[in-house]
């Protein structure tokens, strides 16, 4: 008999597949409209993303599609404990948002979705979104819930494993940075080694679209 951890995994892997499949059919460096070139990838037609019910840090309930009220959210899965790819997303996401205007970056929402909520408690994660910026919402749920709301943007989450040297598998989760538009609808996303004024060009474009 399987074990569930073997499991889960193995449905994750598929999902991996059916999302590789996905994003290898969208566009890079094109708005597909016509207007200004973009570093991210155009995913054409977009993603639509999953509404399925998380939980914020203050322990209410939280949907990528009922509670973003900003005109753009970025949408990052992630988790605490990652040594070197999590914190380098969101340190260079970090600094993009600073290259943004002021009108620009209060219409840009962060959400970071754990990907090791058994581990991410609640105080764990608001602590650690804290490093980067106070106004980052930080969300968790059961693991079936997050792999169901990442797959819907095309992005893959597993269970992951702890190795003998004390981290963790990076295998366990997808490193995409993922923009959600006010319809609810995911248009583009970005790679791990997107730089800070790439970001701040593409998020730019994309308010000046919305």
Known sequence: MRSPRRSLTARALAGA???GLL????????????????????VQPPF????AP??????????????????LT???????????????VMQTLTSGLSKLTDAEREQVEVVFVT???????????????????????GVRGDLDTTVEVARSVG??????????????????HGTYLIAV?????????????????????DISSLLGDA
Request: proline share 4%; aromatic share 10%.
């Open 17 to 19: 597949l059916a999302a």
């Open 155 to 172: 992005v893959f989450v597993a269970d992951g494993e702890q190795l003998d040297s004390g981290g963790y598998d990076l295998g366990s």
């Open 181 to 201: 538009d006010g319809n609810d609808q995911a248009p583009m996303f970005w790679r791990q080694d997107t730089s800070a004024a790439e970001y701040a060009a």
């Open 54 to 71: 998380l939980t914020d840090t203050d322990g209410r309930a939280f949907s990528l599609t009922e509670d973003t009220d900003a005109r």
């Open 48 to 51: 639509d993303v999953a509404s």
């Open 74 to 88: 970025l949408v990052f899965f992630g988790y605490t404990q990652c040594p070197d790819i999590c914190p380098l």
């Open 115 to 137: 990907t090791d909520p058994a581990t991410d408690e609640a105080a764990v994660l608001r602590d650690y979104l804290d490093r980067f910026d106070p106004s980052y919402v």
């Open 23 to 42: 994003l290898a059919g969208c566009s890079g460096g094109d708005d597909g409209g016509g207007g200004a070139a973009t570093t991210g990838s155009v």
